[in-house]
């Protein structure tokens, strides 16, 4: 009796779900992570040693640290399994990244490929290899602008679920009314991508991640058809409109907190009966004190690596946004 007594104690009293682990997915823009070299084919003449923001070895190498910092301090005991980034240069910043620093111990592999963009800024995606695996990749170009393409990465993890990735930078808003038009194409081109995914797989598990430029609310966000509450049934789910009632933001502009860094995700990550699960709770933007410092308005905003043109040695003007998923067996 006393040995059937501890069986039940240790039993769980509870008969929902059972998790056994997490997946993690941060997204960040790390604002112009540039190398030192003058591109001729871009504009990048800025983050040179000679030009305006004398764009050193030593400041990029401060850079790459920095990111680096901001990604372990994130994981809190569990690294980023998936890190979209944008505002990345070339492959060589990034294996920079992944290979010179302690983030090396974590096996990071990267996708990326060149865009359009007259900076010569990319969208790009890092994985650990020990919990994803990916099966194919590709860009899809934004109605023949010179902007930066959407990523796609479809892979697998190590629990077998298979997962649809996307990493957007859409334009900025600089423009007025033209700048809307394009973040319209850009949300054109990623509906449509992600409706012939559903075409394929109904049930296909979908995470869409990036700065767009524009908030949760906003008309080019509203075209993707995402529901932002879980009421009634959709096929995707805006996770960050609640960020922003909250008063919440990943950018501040004017001593004016906005949040532009969004996640969304397919119904079938938020109801699916195992594997990656989550909820509209499990979105986070990561803030933490050393990221950021003291503005005029006695508040706090994101620590910049540049004020103008003055370095100031800091990170970038977002803040990092955090997807944790449930697994669920």
Known sequence: MRFFAVILFLMPFSTGEVYSQVFKIMFYNVENFFDTENDPHTNDDNFTPQGENHWTRERFIKKRNNICKVTVAAGKGHMPDIIGLCEVENRYVLRQLVEETPLAKYEYDIVHYNSPDRRGIDAALLYCKKSFTVLTSKTYRIKELQTRDILYVKGYTAGNDTLHLFVNHWSSKWGGAESENSRMFAAKTLKNVVDSVFTTDINAKICIMGDFNDYPDSNP???????????????????????????????????????????????????????????????????????????????????????GLRYAGGFSDHLPVILTFNVKN
Not at 257 to 262: A, C, G, Q
Not at 264 to 278: A, I, N, P, R, Y
Not at 296 to 302: L, Q, S, Y
Request: with cysteine; proline share 2%; aromatic share 12%.
């Open 221 to 307: 966000i509203k075209y993707l058809g995402a529901k932002a509450k879980n009421e009634g049934k959709g096929r995707l789910y805006n996770l960050s409109q609640h960020l922003q009632e909250d008063g919440q933001g990943s950018i501040k502009y004017q001593n004016r907190w906005e949040l532009i860094d969004l996640f969304f995700v397919s119904e079938s990550l938020m109801t699916g009966k195992k594997g990656l699960q989550c909820t509209f709770n499990d979105i986070e933007i990561f803030s933490p004190e050393f990221l950021m410092e003291k503005t005029t308005d006695g508040g706090f905003a994101p620590k910049r690596t540049y004020k």
